[in-house]
C-alpha cells in the first residue's frame, strides 16, 4: 500500500509563488512516477505535471509551462511542485498521485487527501 501527503497550499496572491509537496510511504519511492493534478469546483480534474522515477523525465501542461517546476528528492520520499507567478486561474485543490507517468487521472492508483490553493487578484 502506498500512501501520499500533500502539503504546502494556501493564499497567495496573484504573481506569487508557493511550493507543494507530496510525501509519499509504504513502497519503493523511486518506483513511482509521480503526478500533480488540480481540480476547480465544478470541473473535471486536470493534469498540471508529472515526473518520473528517476527524476530524469519530467512533463507539464501547457498552462503551467514555464511557472511550475516538478523536482522528487529519492533520499526524502518526496516530490516537489514549485509554482511561480501564480494567476487566479490556478485556484483549485491540487492532488499528487503515483503509479505510471501519464497525464491521466484514471491511470493512477494512489491518491492524496488535496491541498488548497487559492491565488488572489
Known amino acids: 500500500q502506498v500512501q501520499l501527503v500533500e502539503s504546502g497550499g494556501g493564499l497567495v496572491q496573484a504573481g506569487g509563488s508557493l511550493r507543494l509537496s507530496c510525501a509519499l510511504s509504504g513502497r519503493t519511492f523511486s518506483s513511482y512516477a509521480v503526478g500533480w493534478f488540480r481540480q476547480a469546483p465544478g470541473k473535471e480534474r486536470w493534469f498540471v505535471a508529472a515526473?518520473?522515477?528517476?527524476?530524469?523525465?519530467?512533463y507539464y501542461a501547457d498552462s503551467v509551462k514555464g511557472r511550475f517546476t516538478i523536482s522528487r528528492d529519492n533520499a526524502k520520499n518526496t516530490v516537489y511542485l514549485q509554482m511561480n507567478s501564480l494567476k487566479p486561474e490556478d485556484t483549485a485543490v491540487y492532488y499528487c498521485?503515483?503509479?505510471?507517468?501519464?497525464?491521466?487521472?484514471?491511470?493512477?492508483?494512489?491518491w492524496g487527501q488535496g491541498t488548497q490553493v487559492t491565488v488572489s487578484s
Open positions: 515526473i518520473s522515477g528517476s527524476g530524469s523525465s519530467t
Open positions: 498521485a503515483a503509479d505510471e507517468v501519464s497525464r491521466v487521472p484514471d491511470d493512477y492508483d494512489y
